[in-house]
């Protein structure tokens, strides 16, 4: 028997139809159903799909403003960056514009992924000794794990580069909903409730999120931000003042108006009042990063993600190392499935926690770590009957011509239960549970645009005075300690959980992916991969089938937030994966924790080009108030 659970989401759209465009149709993702039984599961989302554009992001806000965007002629980056900011407005709970954002783009013109590293870095002043003197640590809220903001910079380093509008014309909707307010949805009244000590403690956060006689925004209360709207608005100043440059010059000066002009002096001047280690040059050397990204060929797609100085190559390290093993055979989410899935992740991950840091300051075996021979190597300690209890990361040096030497901390536990929380409540921060947004676009032409935005949230980021801004706190991902190769240092930037996705399949866009969920996105991410590529007749065409299936997750690892806290030997498994597999795994030794269906974090967000029909097809996971939109 089929039980299953409703929803319907508030869809709360403000989208001013031009009237040359009244006469396009696109579809509008508001609902879904979830059976509770076992595989496979279905969705009961529509098939979200059209001929000239696919959009999935967190908030049906930005994925309206996305589709304004492109709807008024702009390409996917054009709307990847208006979503960006409109996001950066009605999601922090998620993320706000004094956070981050990695970015992986394709242009179709230039048939190749890129990558723009928004990772801000710590202060000149941030040493180890800074903290160790003021008995400082890195507890993630407030001002002391506080970075630069690097989503504006990246943002705009995508629109002067790749996008067709100017600053304002993408700006407009995030400033009007900031000027005239927007809905709050429940998540961000939720996170303001549940930080109310935070929120009340800071003057600026106060003004900021409470009404004027201190109470608190129901869920569906119009709210304004009228400090964050004259920011956007100074920018767009700066950008018209340079207009008859043209329109690169207009960006950069809208740019360099946030990171070198007034608002960086406001925002300086804020942190210089409260003891933070923070000076202009901070802001005003700042910039993001133009990069390759790194890569792996899985049974033939090729898989992109961001460097090492972000968890991006967990992906691609777990997948060399289940290319050895026959998951079709095993049967999706069986007990050999999950357990191999499982086991991989913990070799990886131990990896992870040893040799990812920023490539600036460190000097990574990232060619080892890549390596299939590597990655069979790691295979091969895979126990089918029994689950590992070590956390061990592996040696790539051998396989890397170029580090000889590791004179850093190596994951080397054998039994690592004593050292984990066994109730099963594994927390990885100490400042709350953080979360992330994610946005994925893809236009009539074939341009692809994949970003996961975070930071700044409600949840531990100061409002820096008049400007609007929460710092973000991703320093608290940073250690303390120097024998850990992702240290604080000035300047650096710190190992991101942050992982955007995009696939190419003979050479062509196949699907952009990502996900909030800290430590657990590229397990999410891998898992609707998977589900995809090795299983694609139980979903085909709709993608959403393949979000909902029922997923896993490890704890086996140290958490990237402060404190770093481990849920070693710990998996939680959806509960409508059958009872007899939960059992099988307990048997081979795993500490199972069976959770709701839907109960595994994370809110994929998809978008595909079907190489059949030539459609955008366009998913959002029903763990979370995501929404798809195509037309």
Known sequence: MLASINYLGDTMLNIPLRNTLHALSFVILIGFTVGLTTEPLSAQRPLVAGPNAGVSTGHPLTSAAALETLLQGGNAFDAGVTALLVGGVVEQDLYGLGGEALILVYPELERKVTSIVGQGWAPRGATIEWYRERNKDLNGAGLDPAVIPGALHGALTVLERWGTMSFEQVSTRAIAYAEHGFPMRSLTARAIEGNLDFVQAWPDNRRYWLKSDGSVYEAGETIKLPTLANTLK?????????????????????????????IAEQMVAFLRAHDAPFDLSDFAEYSAKIEEPTQTNYRGYTVYKQGFGSQGPVLLQTLNILENFD???????????VHTIIEAMKLTYADRDTYYADPEFVDIPAEGLLSKAYAKTRAAEIDPALASLSFKAGDPLPYDPTVTEWPYWVANIEDARSLSDASGSFVPSAGGLKDTTHIAIIDQS??????????????????????????????????????????????????????????????????????????????????????????????????????????VRTQHLHGSFWPHAAGFTQMDMESNISSDVAAEL???????????????????TVVMLDGTTGNRLAAADPRRDCYAIAY
């Not at 081979?588 to 994370?602: D, K, Q, T």
Request: hydrophobic residues 35%; glycine residues 12%.
């Open 327 to 337: 998951l079709q055979a095993m049967g999706h989410n069986s007990p050999d499935y």
């Open 446 to 551: 074939g341009n692809v645009f994949d970003s996961t935005p975070s930071g700044g949230w409600i949840r531990g980021a100061v409002i820096l005075g008049q400007t609007g801004i929460g710092l973000s706190t991703r320093g608290e991902q940073f250690w303390l300690d120097p024998k850990r190769a992702n240290h604080i240092r000035p300047r650096a930037r710190p190992r991101y959980t942050l992982t955007p996705s995009i696939v190419l399949h003979d050479g062509k866009p196949f699907m952009a992916i990502g996900t909030p969920g800290g430590d657990n996105q590229d397990q999410t991410i891998l898992q609707t991969f998977l589900n995809i590529v090795e299983f694609r007749s139980a979903w085909y065409p709709n993608p959403h089938e393949a979000i909902a299936w029922p997923r």
């Open 234 to 262: 100074k920018m767009v100043e700066a950008e018209r003042k340079a207009a008859s440059a043209g329109r690169v010059q207009g960006i950069a000066a809208a740019r360099d108006r946030f990171y070198k002009g007034d």
């Open 586 to 604: 307990r048997k081979r030794g795993h500490h199972v924790n069976e959770v709701p269906p839907l109960g595994v974090s994370g809110c994929a």
